[in-house]
């Protein structure tokens, strides 16, 4: 049985696309000049959904798992408080997914989409901070090319494996 109680503080905000997007941009403030990065919000979402696995949360990227830890390394001194409180965790989540639906409404897109949206980046204001109608959607980019959505980790082990040189000839 699936207890529908869990998406209720998203629904509730959604109604109020203003309050949530205020919301949403309160409590990702602390990341400030990361949203330059477009891999961001992709990287931090996958993180949260796999409990900080970093194998799982690379291979949802489509990524190797080393990147992912240099992007952690980077994400870390602006949300490690958050990282190790699980209603401040929440939030993160609920922030990261109340962008990716306000972005989709207003590009027009559907929401099948983990991480859908655009590969704009939000550059601070003049005081470090990412204000209010900054932050947009992001997708991951990989050397393989943009991803459109998280790739589930079955997802990841049935990709065609790379051939060496050696094996092409």
Known sequence: MFDFLDYAPLIALLRQPDRAQRFAVTVLEPLGNLF?????LPTLEAYLLYQGRTKQTAAALGVHVNTVKYRLKEIRPCVDAELADGNRTAALLLAIRILRVLEADASGRTRTSPVAG?????AP???GHVSRGQIRGTRDRSRSGDREHLMTPDEAGKRPARTTTREAK
């Open 118 to 122: 655009r590969s704009g980046k939000a």
């Open 36 to 40: 330059r990065r477009s891999w961001l």
């Open 125 to 127: 204001n003049g005081d």
